[in-house]
């Protein structure tokens, strides 16, 4: 039995494009930043660009292909992220997959009475505690608006309340430099200063130059500011096919890498090697509706795609999957967030977002939809975990002792092993008399008590003086 001793190991995998597609969309990206370039106004980033042997003129600037390839090798192909107690818990690097949800959505869908409505900062604690609950999410993200707090503030209110309510590595996105910096120090506060966070960063900041091709002065601001306090930064930007990008796929994936390259740029001439995680947010306009579709298959192609390209790069990848454009958990809504989320892992798509609180084409956040993806989510990890050929996975003293006509079901070998499927507690599989004398539960009756049930779930409190501090720098937000 010695020949089966040394486990085999495949992961399920799933190419969109080849290497020589890969070559010509990359040679098609550099063509793009040193030929056409870019619109930029800020003037440290033209005075960086500019010293390092871009060509400026105004606010337009083509940058050469050796800029880019030389900010591709200094940049880290592996980043590390840390829940606030200091627990590494992301490894961004290669074709690994990591799921998490989405941010800055305006309305809330309340589980309860299944009433739209504004997302307000209580919302944030429940939709915090519940991605703190559901062990499909690796990370979390500033997921809602906040209509309720003045608008200078509400984006630090959000992520405060966020960090508080969830332990995991946050995602977040915020108007200027100084909520940057405000949120910087509230994350240093929390993960016990700069020696604790650089190990193993806590916060991850979230930008977008405008499709196509095009920064403004905040964002420049704080893809600055990122790079010199290596927070690390995803440049992501949103072009939309037949609408601010080419109606080809293959236009729309060269423009938005050739967005998100020009951002690596300026980040490494500010600083040399700062972590930094590359993609773009490439979908379609529905030309029947003009909506930015979130549940189109094209995203996820397109996506894919991208994500190859970062492997390529040897850069951490920022994904998208687990979205839709239903307005409600209904059969649209699980079918287009189960073939982004499957798509995106089979890929390797990095940090994934999105998986599970965009609905409505990226406006609604629903709890439901939240504990929906998260059954979907825990599903394609296990899905991905392969099958694992070992002498015990092999059985074959098992089957030899079972014989024919035999049964495994008291075998001690079930019992080391049954525990290895993946059992859900949202999908039912009971013969039809079970189902219905256990109360003939449909799918929407089992999500909503499943997901009333997650949401009494909070994360060990933080220290009073803890609270106290953070009281202390909101007081002082302008």
Not at 192 to 201: H, I, M, Q, T, V
Not at 333 to 359: K, P, R, Y
Request: hydrophobic share 40%; glycine share 6%.
């Amino acid at each position: 039995m010695g020949m089966y001793t040394d486990e085999l190991y495949f992961k399920p995998q799933l190419k969109v494009i080849n290497d020589d597609q890969i070559h010509k969309l990359h040679m098609a990206t550099l063509d793009v930043l040193e030929r056409t370039g870019i619109k930029i106004t800020h003037p440290e980033a033209l005075e960086l660009l500019a010293s390092a042997g871009a060509r400026v003129n105004g606010d337009r600037v083509k940058i050469p292909s050796f800029l880019v390839e030389n900010a591709i090798r200094t940049a880290p192909s592996r980043i590390v992220l840390g829940k606030r107690t200091g627990e590494r818990s992301v490894v961004l690097e290669r074709d690994k997959s990591f799921f998490g949800p989405s941010l800055d959505c305006i309305d809330y869908m309340d589980p309860v009475t299944h009433t739209r409505s504004r997302f307000e900062s209580h919302h944030v604690e429940t939709t915090a505690a519940l991605c703190d609950a559901l062990p499909g999410f690796d990370w979390c993200m500033t997921i809602g608006m906040a209509d309720d707090v003045p608008a200078d503030i509400a984006d630090r209110v959000v992520a405060r309340n966020t960090m508080q309510f969830c332990e995991k590595p946050l995602v977040f996105c915020c108007k200027d430099t100084n909520s940057t910096r405000d949120i910087y120090e509230m994350a240093l506060l929390l993960c016990g200063g700069k020696e604790n966070f650089d190990a193993a960063p806590t916060i991850v900041h979230y930008s977008e130059p405008i499709s196509p091709l095009v920064y403004y002065d905040p964002a420049v601001d704080k893809i600055l500011y990122c790079s010199e306090n290596g927070i690390p930064l995803i440049n992501f930007p949103a072009p939309q096919a037949c609408g601010s990008a080419p109606a080809t796929f293959a236009g729309t994936i060269v423009q938005g890498s050739a967005e998100s390259l020009s951002g690596l740029v300026i980040h490494q001439l500010k600083n040399p090697g700062a972590p930094f995680i590359y993609g773009a947010f490439t979908t379609i306009m529905d030309m029947r509706t003009s909506i930015f579709s979130y549940g189109a298959p094209e995203l996820s192609l397109m996506t894919g795609a991208l994500a190859q390209m970062a492997q390529h790069y040897g850069l951490p990848f920022f994904g998208t999957a687990g979205a839709t454009d239903a307005k409600f958990c209904d059969a649209q809504a699980g079918a287009e967030a189960a073939f982004q989320t499957l798509s995106s892992a089979a890929i390797g798509s990095g940090l994934v977002h999105d998986c599970s609180s965009w609905m409505d084409h990226g406006n609604l956040v629903s709890p439901e939809f939240m504990v929906l993806v998260n059954d979907i989510v825990t599903s394609v990890k296990h899905y991905m975990q392969g099958i694992p050929v070992t002498e015990d996975t092999l059985a074959l003293d098992v089957i030899h002792k079972v014989g024919p006509g035999g049964h495994y079901l008291s075998d001690p070998h079930t019992m080391a092993n049954f525990k290895k499927v993946k059992y859900s507690d949202l999908f039912e599989r009971m013969v039809y008399q079970n189902w219905e004398s256990g109360g003939s539960k449909k799918m929407e009756q089992r999500l909503q008590e499943l997901t009333l049930e997650k949401m009494k779930h909070r994360p060990q409190p933080l220290a009073e003086e803890v609270i106290r501090e953070l009281d202390r720098m909101q007081s002082a937000w302008k």
